[in-house]
C-alpha cells in the first residue's frame, strides 16, 4: 500500500467518527500533511484542494472557530475531492469519492 492510500484511509476512517472525535492538533498535522503532498502537483483541482486544505488549517488555529466557515470549506473541499476522483484510477478513486462525500456531509453537517 502506498503512503496515499494509507494517508486516505486514514482520513476516512477519522471522519467516519465524526468531527467531534478528531483532536484538533492531530487534524492540523494531518492537513499539513495533505497540503504539502498536493501543492507541487501540476493538476489545478489538487492544487485547489491544497489551498483550500492551507484555509482549513488557518480557520482552525485562528483560535476563533467559525462553524459556519469550516463547515464552506469543507463543503469545498469535498466537492474538489469528488471531481478529483473522476480523474483517478481504481481503488484510489473510490477512496476519493468516499472521502469527498464525507467532507461535504461533515461542512453541511456544521
Known amino acids: 500500500m502506498t503512503q496515499g492510500t494509507s494517508d486516505l484511509d486514514t482520513t476516512i476512517g ?27 502537483s501540476s493538476d489545478s483541482t ?22 459556519k466557515a469550516i463547515g464552506a470549506v469543507l463543503t469545498r473541499l469535498g466537492s474538489k475531492t469528488a471531481t478529483a476522483a473522476a480523474s483517478a484510477d481504481g481503488q484510489v478513486a473510490s477512496k476519493l469519492q468516499t472521502l469527498g462525500k464525507l467532507l461535504s456531509g461533515a461542512g453541511s453537517s456544521l
Open 14 to 40: 477519522a471522519l467516519q467518527g465524526g468531527l467531534t472525535s478528531i483532536n484538533p492538533a492531530t487534524a492540523v498535522s494531518v492537513i499539513s500533511n495533505w497540503q504539502q503532498q498536493l501543492q507541487g
Open 46 to 67: 489538487l492544487k485547489g484542494i491544497a489551498e483550500d486544505l492551507g484555509d482549513l488549517k488557518d480557520q482552525l488555529t485562528s483560535g476563533n472557530l467559525d462553524g
